[in-house]
């Protein structure tokens, strides 16, 4: 059975390269699973979704924990714990990142003995990160070894139809280059045993003592605590005001930001908390003047740096 995790960002489409995936598999004639696992279900928090393809009946159900294919869409995610990219991952699994970084860096970084392969994809134009999704599936179809660029295709039809031709034809395009990107590595992916239930090992716990309630307590139940999460780290666009264009018409932007995360200084001017803002766009689309405009956050923190260097 193989059995591949695809990880990614809401909005990245991790749950459409899982259907595509699925669907060129079936194509094939495997039986297949394909499903999606949200989390916060917002654009740009952490999301998996995950593929089982075998010959036989599959019986296995719910999270893939020993994976015989892991895909990143986006390597910021390999460092947050709570993603759980590596997890299960050994010297079977074989890794796909999307990143720009080498695959030798990768290695050091990780001390993984499996193969790591990276995907560079261009994220820097916003219209490109809607098809990040078909392009993984496209590579990790590829390194599986049984499916054809036929079936690819035609699993892209049928998963992208609705959105009309010229997407379709965009997404194959997209896939297709990085299938043929990946054909040195074609096949690498083994399957992975049939993991049998008398085998089951309880997993090592680890014991730790509770603390007094005044110290620490497994709920929270004080208010207005929510301000210690920094959603921010979720985001992959960041919304920027020019004041020049902006008609303090603060009550539209402050109103529909989901997160309140836009507040008013003294001059009445709308100010973006960024450690809160995760980058839904809603104040974009809503802003009567377009004062405010998306940039991509690693644009966004680049100029930071400048300007801090200056």
């Excluded at 991952?89 to 050091?108: A, K, M, P, Y």
């Excluded at 916003?126 to 599936?137: D, P, S, Y």
């Amino acid at each position: 059975m193989y059995r591949i995790r695809l990880h990614g960002r809401g909005g990245q489409g991790m749950k459409t390269s899982s259907r595509i995936l699925g669907s060129a598999l079936f194509l094939e004639g495997y039986k297949v699973q394909d499903a999606p696992r949200y989390g916060a279900e917002r654009r740009g928090a952490p999301i998996f979704a995950y593929v089982r393809a075998s010959q036989d009946i599959i019986n296995e159900r719910g999270i893939i924990t020993n994976p015989d294919l892991v895909i990143v869409a986006d390597d910021s995610l390999v460092p947050v714990t709570a993603a759980g990219v590596l997890a299960g991952v050994d010297g079977h699994t074989v890794l796909l990142i999307n990143s720009d970084e080498s695959e030798n860096t990768w290695r050091q970084r990780l001390n993984l003995k499996g193969p790591i392969y990276t995907l560079p994809v261009d994220t820097e134009d916003r219209g490109e990160l809607c098809f990040i999704g078909a392009t993984c599936a496209g590579a990790a179809a590829c390194l599986l070894g049984i499916i054809s660029r036929e079936s690819l295709s035609q699993a892209i039809k049928i998963e992208l139809s609705s959105l009309g031709d010229e997407l379709v034809k965009t997404n194959l395009i997209k896939a297709l280059s990085a299938f043929d990107l990946m054909q040195t590595n074609s096949g690498s992916v083994a399957e992975g045993t049939l993991v049998e239930a008398t085998d089951y090992q309880s997993p090592d716990w680890v014991d730790l003592p509770f603390e007094d309630a005044r110290i620490s307590a497994p709920s929270i139940h004080a208010a207005a605590n929510s301000v210690e999460v920094n959603t921010g780290l979720w985001r992959t666009l960041r919304p920027v005001i020019d004041y020049q264009l902006c008609n303090k018409c603060w009550w539209i932007c402050s109103t529909f930001c989901p997160d309140g995360a836009i507040d008013v200084d003294q001059n009445n001017s709308p100010q973006i908390d960024y450690d809160h803002c995760k980058g839904c766009m809603v104040c974009v689309a809503q802003c009567p003047p377009h004062a405010i405009a998306s940039i991509p956050e690693e644009q966004a923190i680049s100029a930071e740096l400048e300007e801090a260097d200056s």
